[in-house]
């Protein structure tokens, strides 16, 4: 069961504690809200961990509950009937998790590292909607940015070579997980998967993936510490490498 904190003080400004840092309402679809609306939201709103590995929301679950994403990674995936699993996103802060006026989960939502989240009753984000235009036009703008996103994606796996398609992933995640620090001059991270799911999500074998990373890491275009710490010392470098 995960611990649910209900932070529901007001800030002077009239805005909720729990949304005064929240990079949804910076950056995401909160961002839309004024302060009145953001003070109705947040009083059926819980701020809450969920642990590496823990699942958020099943393949055809029924959906009771929409969160942003505050801190962390979300992995989605797909599951065949005969068990079969392919990974067919990630999610970061301030993305949005779940899909208005739908009834059931069309993927898994799985914690891909400590995931800070922010969760509201479906009922409360679709009053939202119709009462606030501009707070659904934010979320039209997320997916059609997902839809892009899966594009370009699909470009990746479909067309580039085993080496761009590490480094597209490796340039993903320093662009995404601390999104303020990367710059040319480099950025640090934790791999949010491990070396078998990232073989999964680049449509590589396990050996292929050590191996790109390795060569990555003989031209200094990372460094790697243990298996996840991963600093790239230039991203204009692994731009290049991923051919964009």
Request: proline residues 3%; aromatic residues 4%.
């Amino acid at each position: 069961m995960i611990e649910v904190s209900l932070r529901k003080d007001i800030h002077n400004s009239g805005i909720p504690v729990l949304c005064v840092a929240c990079e949804a309402r910076h950056r995401g679809v909160c961002g839309a809200l004024t302060s009145e609306q953001l003070v109705a939201l947040a009083k059926s709103s819980v701020k809450h961990k969920a642990p590496q590995g823990e699942e958020l929301v099943a393949d055809a679950e029924h959906v009771e509950r929409y969160s942003n994403v505050m801190s962390g990674v979300v992995k989605l995936s797909k599951t065949l009937a005969d068990g079969r699993q392919q990974i067919v996103g990630l999610q970061f802060a301030p993305d949005f998790v779940g899909r208005p006026f739908r009834t059931e989960s069309a993927v898994t939502a799985e914690a891909a590292t400590q995931v800070d989240l922010c969760s509201f009753p479906r009922q409360a984000v679709e009053r939202m909607m119709v009462e606030q235009p501009d707070f659904e036009h934010r979320l039209l703008q997320q997916t059609l940015k997902e839809l892009d996103q899966a594009r370009d994606w699909m470009v990746t796996l479909g067309r580039k070579t085993a080496a761009e398609k590490v480094a597209s992933f490796l340039l993903m995640i320093a662009r995404n997980v601390h999104p303020t620090q990367a710059s040319a001059s480099g950025s640090t991270f934790d791999l949010p998967l491990s070396r078998s799911e990232i073989a999964d999500f680049l449509g590589l074998t396990i050996e292929t993936v050590s191996r790109q990373l390795t060569r990555l890491r003989t031209e200094g275009v990372i460094r790697i510490e243990g298996t996840r710490h991963v600093t790239v010392e230039n991203l204009d470098r692994l731009t290049a490498q991923a051919g964009d």
